[in-house]
């Protein structure tokens, strides 16, 4: 158990339609990173928060916006999905540059 | 700009045999490097890393890597295979180099399957 927990586990979404993913944070740290892990690839990292602020991107689309509240936990949140978009989505959390650890991830599965 | 290629998406292995899982990477300054282990329908647990200290580096569950800047290489080692082992490896390096753990591009994985 790394502390870093997600929600939901599982979710089916239509095309189309609109999600938020949910990330809370360690206790103690302060920076978010999200990824997307589809079947059979590597993660690929999307955004990372630190201090509530986004603080670096990947190569992915507008429709994909995150935030970060005081606390630290943070939100994924992806408009009009794409059947593309089925992936596991997976939160790290971590101190300054220090470890990330990785929650369990959220399936999502848009149909 | 930063990559990682894993040479073979799949090792079959006996157990108490040598697992020797392989890593390339591509850098544009000193790389730090990682690797991961996931196990079915978990999350990311981290094995190990190099962060240009020793460039021979143990981690967790008897695992180790050797950071090679020669060949760029950063291959994963367990003398003796467990069928605990069986999972899927991933190897990552920090993206632009900075250390920062959270923002890292990974490989495409390797699976290790570990035979009775």
């Known amino acids: 158990e790394t502390g870093v927990t997600q929600s939901p586990t599982h979710l089916i979404k239509t095309r189309g339609q609109q999600v938020t993913l949910r990330c809370s944070s360690q206790s103690g740290h302060n920076t978010v990173s999200w990824y997307q892990q589809a079947l059979g690839q590597g993660p690929q990292f999307i955004f990372q928060y630190y201090r509530e602020e986004e603080n670096g991107r990947g190569n992915f689309p507008p429709r994909f916006s995150g935030l970060q509240f005081p606390n630290y936990s943070s939100e994924l949140n992806v408009n009009a999905l794409e059947l593309d978009d089925s992936a596991l989505y997976l939160c790290?959390?971590?101190?300054?540059?220090?470890?990330?650890?990785f929650g369990q991830g959220t399936r999502l599965t848009v149909v | 700009a930063q990559s990682v290629t894993q040479l073979g998406s799949h090792v079959s292995v006996s157990e108490g045999a040598l697992v020797l899982l392989r890593c390339n990477y591509s850098?544009?300054?000193?790389?730090?490097l990682f690797w991961y282990v996931q196990y079915p329908n978990q999350g990311l647990q981290l094995l190990l890393k190099?962060?240009?200290?020793?460039?021979l580096v143990k981690g967790i569950n008897g695992f180790e890597a050797e950071f090679k800047k020669s060949e760029t290489s950063f291959h994963l080692t367990k003398p003796s295979a467990h069928m605990s082992d069986a999972a899927e490896y991933f190897c990552a390096v920090s993206d632009q180099g900075s250390g920062n753990t959270g923002k890292l591009i990974f490989g495409q994985g390797t699976t290790l399957q570990v035979k009775p």
């Open positions: 850098s544009s300054v000193p790389p730090y």
């Open positions: 190099y962060t240009s200290a020793a460039t």
């Open positions: 790290a959390s971590s101190l300054e540059n220090l470890e990330a650890f």
